[in-house]
């Protein structure tokens, strides 16, 4: 029974991955560039487009002439998306593989089409390390990749490729030619012909899926923080504060209490004038450095812009609020013997012990505290209290 006519679907296939390769190769410039492997998948079809070409041309050219090249063209397709994926993740790419797989293929195709011809052996042969490069696919995914919807897509039809290629293997040695050659009608063959001609396409949506998904956490991460210190800015902080004011409605004890520090360097202009604005982010940076090491892994540090950082300390009391404005004022004046120009700062503290408390309601307090730390000779620590 012939269902499909294999050399419409490869012409088909040739026609899908050259128009995927080209939408990824446009693609990889609209990504952020710590975004990598996009280019090497975008080869990877490009190459395939030309092993597709090569088997079309089987007839027409002698067998020895077309199929090692187009069988080699296949697997370093397959194993270019292998790089781009290693890369996406940040893994080392495996170009020895990659080499490997393609020497292996050559071998054999040319071995059973000149020296012992056999149609099965060769399936075989070639079956080996398109599993082993659809396996590596497929150990990268659940390695690497997060646990999204995008990543399940793209992680089963790899899978199911990895276990195609594996099962026509198996089925040249069990059943042999005619079970799987793929120019015979037969259901299998036409089941295996459809696959693999879809595979490339569904393959780089798949990818293009996940890389979406990673370009979406990237640009949310970038909107929370400040580009200069790489602390929150003052909407990831207003989302740090909202997710830690509703942890403490939900407790329900009146007696938690978390504290904010307000944070801000003294005379930081001169240090600007002094030794310039490009001496003065390297202050920030350090600051932000120094208030973080000062920390806890449940505090969140953020800097609004300016010289100013706010610090959110969770179930925290006056008293530990102070010890923590104490650690960041001796922290500050400790790094006056460092390369970089040494500065203090004055520091605003207030407590909230009520979840219905605004975020701009405490912000205030620890800045009146603040405000007079600076008046009151500055390097100082000042807390919040209800005026009289
Ligand atoms: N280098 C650098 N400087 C900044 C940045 N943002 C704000 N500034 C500078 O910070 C300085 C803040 O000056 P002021 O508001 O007068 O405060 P100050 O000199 O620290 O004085 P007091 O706060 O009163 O102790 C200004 O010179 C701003 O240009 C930044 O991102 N980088």
């Given at each position: ?24 190769f ?38 020895i ?57 060769r399936?075989?042969?070639?079956a ?62 036409s ?60 407790m ?98 207030a ?37 009289a």
């Amino acid at each position: 029974m012939r269902l499909l006519d294999p050399f419409s679907v490869v012409l088909m296939a040739a026609l899908m991955c050259a128009v995927m390769s080209l939408v990824l190769f446009g693609a990889r410039r609209s990504f952020p560039a710590e975004m990598r492997g996009i280019g090497y998948w975008s080869a990877a079809l490009a190459v395939q487009v030309f092993s597709v070409i090569c088997f079309a041309l089987r007839g027409t050219l002698p067998d020895i002439a077309v199929l090692p090249l187009a069988n080699v063209l296949f697997v370093i397709g397959n194993g270019l998306s292998v790089i781009g994926l290693q890369r996406f993740y940040g893994v080392d790419p495996g170009w020895k593989m990659l080499g490997g797989a393609a020497a292996f293929s050559l071998a054999g195709m040319v071995y059973y089409l000149q020296v012992a011809p056999d149609y099965a052996a060769r399936v075989f042969w070639m079956a080996l390390p398109m599993t082993l490069l659809n396996g590596t696919l497929l150990y990268l995914v659940l390695r690497h990749g997060r646990r999204k919807l995008a990543t399940w897509f793209f992680g089963t039809l790899i899978a199911v490729n990895t276990v195609l290629m594996a099962v026509r293997g198996v089925m040249a040695i069990t059943h042999g030619e005619a079970m799987v050659d793929v120019a015979r009608p037969g259901l299998f063959q036409s089941f295996y012909l459809a696959a693999t001609a879809l595979q490339p396409a569904l393959l780089s949506v798949g990818f293009l899926m996940v890389a979406n998904e990673r370009l979406r956490r990237i640009l949310e991460r970038r909107s929370a923080s400040d580009p200069l210190t790489g602390v929150l800015n003052r909407r990831g902080f207003g989302d740090a504060y909202a997710r830690e004011v509703a942890r403490m409605a939900r407790m329900r004890q009146r007696s938690r209490s978390l504290a904010l520090l307000s944070v801000d360097l003294d005379f930081f202009k001169k240090i600007n004038d002094r030794f310039g604005h490009a001496e003065g982010d390297r202050v920030l940076v350090s600051v932000a450095q120094m208030i973080g090491s000062a920390l806890r892994e449940s505090d969140v540090l953020a800097r609004f812009g300016g010289e100013e950082f706010i610090v959110l300390l969770p179930d925290t009391d006056l008293k530990r609020a102070l010890a923590v404005a104490l650690r960041v004022q001796r922290l500050l004046r400790d790094a006056s013997a460092g390369d970089l120009p040494s500065c203090t700062a004055s520091i605003g503290v207030a407590v909230q012990t009520d979840a219905d408390e605004e975020l701009d309601a405490l912000l205030c307090r620890a800045d009146e505290a603040l405000y007079r730390a600076k008046e009151n000779g500055r390097d100082r620590i000042e807390t919040w209290r209800a005026a009289a």
